[in-house]
């Protein structure tokens, strides 16, 4: 196949310090704990020896602190970029975890009206469209080698749905994309040729609140 290959990792933080079990989403913070640390280490030494020429990472702290150790690997400062930000979502701050009645209160219920948008968030498309912005201007960076960008797990599965042509809404619990795991995006020129998945840190819980 003709054409230079450039890879777009996605890599998705490592898990947060949240004993609360708060859906922490944008709010700031939230840092990785000390699994999520050993965890972001992890996913460096899997891409170490890479060609990688820019390490770009999702404004909030958890993100910036998994970026970190991948940056210093290749020798590399971390730059941001606002749209691998978490995904906007109304229920931020609520104690969403698992067994908690917090979403059954009726209060809540005008926010749940559409899960196909979604009501209660920033609409899957605008992720898709943001994140592709992101991915695309890492690619342009590291033309002919390989860019990181570390982001969260809605927007990374949204993207990976999007390009996969499936449709946007789908259940939570069934997202590929564990704590520190990365999705590779291969492109030869500017067309995209395959997406591959590892878990360099293990699978983790899918139902880690926050994302």
């Known amino acids: 196949m003709s054409g230079q290959k450039t890879v777009v990792h996605l890599v998705r933080h490592g898990e947060v310090h949240n004993p609360e079990g708060i859906l922490y989403g944008?709010?700031?913070?939230?840092?990785?704990?000390?699994?999520g640390e050993q965890q972001a280490k992890m996913v460096a030494e899997f891409l170490a020896g890479r060609a990688i020429r820019k390490v770009v990472a999702s404004p909030l702290e958890r993100a910036q602190q998994t970026a970190a150790p991948i940056a210093?690997?290749?020798?590399?400062?971390?730059?941001?970029?606002?749209?691998?930000?978490?995904?906007?979502?109304?229920?931020?701050?609520?104690?969403?975890?698992?067994?908690?009645?917090?979403?059954?209160?009726?209060?809540?219920?005008?926010?749940?009206?559409n899960p196909f948008r979604p009501s209660w968030g920033?609409?899957?498309?605008?992720?898709?469209?943001?994140?592709?912005?992101?991915?695309?201007r890492a690619r342009q960076q590291a033309e002919g080698h390989e860019a990181v960008c570390v982001s969260h797990q809605l927007p990374i599965?949204?993207?990976?749905?999007?390009?996969?042509?499936?449709?946007m809404w789908h259940d939570p619990r069934h997202r590929q994309c564990s704590l520190a795991s990365v999705t590779s995006l291969v492109f030869r020129d500017e067309e995209l040729v395959r997406i591959a998945y590892v878990e360099p840190a293990g699978e983790t819980d899918p139902k880690v609140t926050g994302a």
């Open 26 to 35: 944008r709010l700031p913070g939230y840092r990785l704990s000390d699994r």
């Open 72 to 113: 210093a690997l290749c020798q590399l400062e971390v730059d941001t970029d606002e749209r691998l930000i978490e995904a906007d979502n109304k229920f931020e701050g609520l104690r969403v975890s698992v067994g908690d009645g917090a979403l059954r209160s009726p209060r809540h219920w005008p926010k749940l009206w």
């Open 122 to 136: 920033e609409p899957y498309l605008q992720i898709a469209h943001r994140m592709l912005g992101a991915v695309h």
């Open 157 to 167: 599965w949204t993207l990976r749905r999007f390009l996969e042509g499936r449709r």
